[in-house]
């Protein structure tokens, strides 16, 4: 009996792995990274939306608050995640950059159709993913106490998971490893490969994994043809810095409503 539920407990665990590599496999793309030199793999962020039905921004994006009906009510497009990235957040500092993008370049690409605000008071967006699952895009809160206008963060998250599950990741490991457990680490991977030189940078690479209860974050350096991880930071309370000038930082999780089932 004992030999019989290790088979079936290594079948189960084959199946799973086999399951995350097929969803890792789907969102594998060729990025290429933005340059001033070749427009044509650029999107201009500025430009109005091509959709004469989309409504304009309002001046305070809060004034779109809706936390009661569900996104499933309210988002009637949906969007490739690869495009998003490519588009918008591709660049060589990651999540880093995302502060740098405003609410309106946002908008006239992608435009926005759910907009929250958390119990800490922190306003985001939500998008659908043709590829299964959901964007959350955190905006930057204003120093001066003004309505929000600059992204922050993105977090793509395609099901439950929590930080136990990452228990076995440890320094050394692979992003490979990381993939076996939650496939959305593929756009990291994407977003890596675009940029060849950077890839090798002492600085490293990270990957966000917006968990049930708490926000992980990996560290990984390219060594020996392979993405390695060298620190990991987890916070319960979802806590992401922004730099010193802004002077704030990002807490709590989305609404209950918007959890991915």
């Not at 290429?32 to 430009?47: E, Q, R």
């Not at 680490?185 to 675009?194: G, S």
Request: one cysteine or more; charged letters at 25%.
């Amino acid at each position: 009996m004992k030999r019989i539920a290790l088979l079936t407990a290594c079948v189960l665990l084959l199946l799973c792995c086999a399951g995350c590599r097929g969803k890792a496999d789907k969102l594998k793309r060729e990025l290429h990274l933005p340059s001033a030199a070749d427009s044509s793999s650029t999107t201009s962020t500025t430009a109005p939306p091509a959709d004469p039905s989309v409504p304009e921004l309002p001046a305070d994006i809060t004034e779109w608050v809706d936390n009661e009906t569900p996104w499933q009510k309210l988002v009637t497009v949906s969007y490739d995640i690869n495009d998003m990235m490519e588009q918008l957040f591709l660049e060589p500092y990651l999540h880093f950059t995302t502060e740098y993008i405003t609410v309106a370049e946002l908008h006239a690409v992608f435009p926005v159709q759910c907009v929250r605000k958390n119990e800490d008071g922190f306003v985001y967006f939500v998008y659908q993913i043709e590829q299964g699952g959901l964007l959350y895009v955190f905006l930057s809160p204003d120093l001066e106490g003004g309505p929000p206008t600059t992204l922050r963060e993105w977090f793509y998250v395609d099901g439950n998971r929590s930080y136990a599950d990452f228990a076995s990741i440890e320094e050394g490991d692979t992003l490979e490893d990381v993939k076996k457990i939650d496939p959305t680490v593929q756009i990291y991977e994407n977003m890596m490969e675009a940029d060849q030189e950077w890839r090798t940078s002492r600085f490293g690479h990270s990957s966000y994994h917006y968990l049930t209860d708490g926000l992980l974050l990996i560290g990984y350096r390219y060594e020996s043809g392979a993405y390695r991880i060298y620190a990991t930071g987890y916070w319960d309370d979802y806590e992401v810095g922004t730099n010193k000038s802004r002077g704030y930082n990002i807490t709590g999780p989305v609404l209950p409503i918007d959890r991915v089932e």
